[in-house]
C-alpha cells in the first residue's frame, strides 16, 4: 500500500492558445483530508485536477507528492506512474465489464483473488449483491459508488474527483454524497474533490479552496472560508451576500441601513453580510419593508432605504408589506472592503 502523502502543487501555469486558464496557483491537498476545490464554471478546476493526475503539462511552477516531484515545465511523471486515482464526472465504468470485473481491473492477485477483493470493496458501498450485473443496469447513484471503490480499491496515495455528484438528481445526491464521504474517510486517502456547489464543498470538506478566473482566491476551513471571506468575490462563491456602499470612519462602517464596527482606515468601502445574519426590529422609522416571500424554511424580506434595497433572511418574521423597520448586523459574521477590494 502507498503512503497518504501530502499533495503540493506549487504556482501552476496553464495556458490554451494565449488564454490563461490558471495563473500561478499554489494549493496544498494535506495528507489524510479532504480538499473541496470550489469554483464557478469555466474557473480551472478541471485543468487543476487534470495537472494533478498528469493528464496536462505545466507552463510554469511545480507538483510535488510528499518530497517527490511529480512535475514541473521540464518534467512530468506519467500518469499511470503517479499513484493517484481519478474518478470522473461521467464515472467511466467499462460497459463489457460486470461489475465486480470493474472494481476487479488492474489489482494484483489471483482471478479469485482479486474478485474476492472487488466484492469486500462493493460490500463498503452496499453493492456486493449487484457483483454480476452490467454497469447500465445501475441507478446513476450506484454507478457513482462503483467507481469511487474502483479507483480506491488500488489504494493510491491520492483520490481526485471531477465534479461527482453532478449527473445525480437532488434527492439522491445528498444520500450519495454522505455515503461516499464516509467511504473515503474510513480510507484515509488523500482526497481532493472539484465541485461548483458551494453547499456540497462547504459540507464535504475537511479543507476549502475557492477559485475563480484561473486564481486561487482563499484556502481555509469552511467556516472561515464562510465567515471571513477574503473578497466580495470569495464571499458570493460561497452564498448568498448582501454587499452595501459603506463610508468607514472613526473605526465604524456606516450603510443606508446601519453600522458596524470596523477597523479599516477612512474612506470608502462596502459591507458584505449573509442574509440570515441581518436581523429586524419593528420600529417607527427605518427601513420599509417592499417585499416578503416564503421560501420554505425561510422568509425572505426585501426593504429599501434612501433609494438602496437589502435582502435577508430569517425563519419567520411578524413584519407586513409597508411596515417600517430597523436593522441590526451582526458583528462576529458582517464583513468589511476597502474599496480597491471590491
Ligand atoms: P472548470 O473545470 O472550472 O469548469 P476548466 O479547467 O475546465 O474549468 O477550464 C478553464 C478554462 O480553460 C476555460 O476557459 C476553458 O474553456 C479552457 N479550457 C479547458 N480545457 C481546454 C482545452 N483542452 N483547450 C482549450 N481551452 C480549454
Ligand atoms: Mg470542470
Known amino acids: 500500500m502507498s503512503e497518504h502523502t501530502t499533495i503540493r502543487l506549487s504556482n501552476a501555469r496553464r495556458s490554451y492558445n494565449g488564454r490563461v486558464a490558471v495563473s500561478d496557483a499554489s494549493l496544498t491537498l494535506k495528507a489524510g483530508r479532504i480538499t473541496a476545490l470550489l469554483g464557478p464554471s469555466g474557473s480551472g478546476k478541471s485543468t487543476i485536477l487534470r495537472m494533478i493526475a498528469g493528464l496536462e503539462p505545466l507552463d ?3 507538483l510535488h507528492a510528499g518530497e517527490t516531484l511529480l512535475a514541473d515545465t521540464r518534467s512530468s511523471v506519467p500518469p499511470e506512474h503517479r499513484d493517484i486515482g481519478l474518478v470522473f464526472q461521467d464515472y467511466a465504468l467499462f460497459p463489457h465489464l460486470s461489475v ?6 488492474g ?3 489471483s482471478k479469485k483473488d482479486r474478485r474476492a ?4 470493496w462493493l460490500a463498503h458501498v452496499k453493492l456486493a449483491d449487484r457483483a454480476d450485473s452490467w454497469p447500465h443496469m445501475l441507478s446513476g447513484g450506484e454507478q457513482q459508488r462503483v467507481a469511487l471503490v474502483r479507483a480506491l480499491a488500488r489504494k493510491p496515495r491520492a483520490i481526485l474527483l471531477d465534479e461527482p455528484f453532478s449527473g445525480l438528481d437532488r434527492h439522491l445526491k445528498s444520500e450519495v454524497r454522505r455515503s461516499l464521504i464516509d467511504t473515503l474517510r474510513a480510507s484515509g486517502t488523500t482526497v481532493l474533490i472539484v465541485t461548483h456547489d458551494a453547499e456540497e464543498a462547504l459540507m464535504m470538506a475537511d479543507d476549502l479552496v475557492l477559485m475563480d478566473k484561473g486564481v486561487i482566491l482563499q484556502a481555509g476551513s469552511p467556516q472561515d472560508c464562510y465567515k471571513h471571506p477574503s473578497s466580495i468575490s470569495a464571499a458570493r462563491l460561497l452564498g448568498e451576500a448582501e454587499v452595501l456602499k459603506a463610508r468607514i470612519q472613526n473605526g465604524s462602517a456606516t450603510t443606508a441601513f446601519g453600522s458596524i464596527p470596523c477597523n479599516l482606515a477612512d474612506g470608502t468601502g462596502w459591507l458584505m453580510a449573509r442574509p440570515e445574519t441581518i436581523h429586524t ?6 427601513a420599509k419593508v417592499t417585499a416578503i416571500a416564503f421560501g420554505g424554511t425561510f422568509c425572505e424580506l426585501t426593504l429599501e432605504k434612501d433609494g438602496q434595497s437589502l435582502r435577508l433572511r430569517t425563519p419567520a418574521t411578524t413584519l407586513k408589506v409597508g411596515d417600517t423597520a430597523s436593522i441590526r448586523f451582526d458583528e462576529a459574521t458582517t464583513c468589511v472592503y476597502a474599496d480597491v477590494n471590491g
Open 100 to 105: 465486480a470485473d470493474n472494481v476487479a481491473f
Open 117 to 120: 477483493q472487488a466484492i469486500e
Open 60 to 62: 510554469g511552477g511545480s
Open 107 to 109: 489489482l494484483k492477485g
Open 281 to 286: 426590529s419593528p420600529a417607527r422609522e427605518g
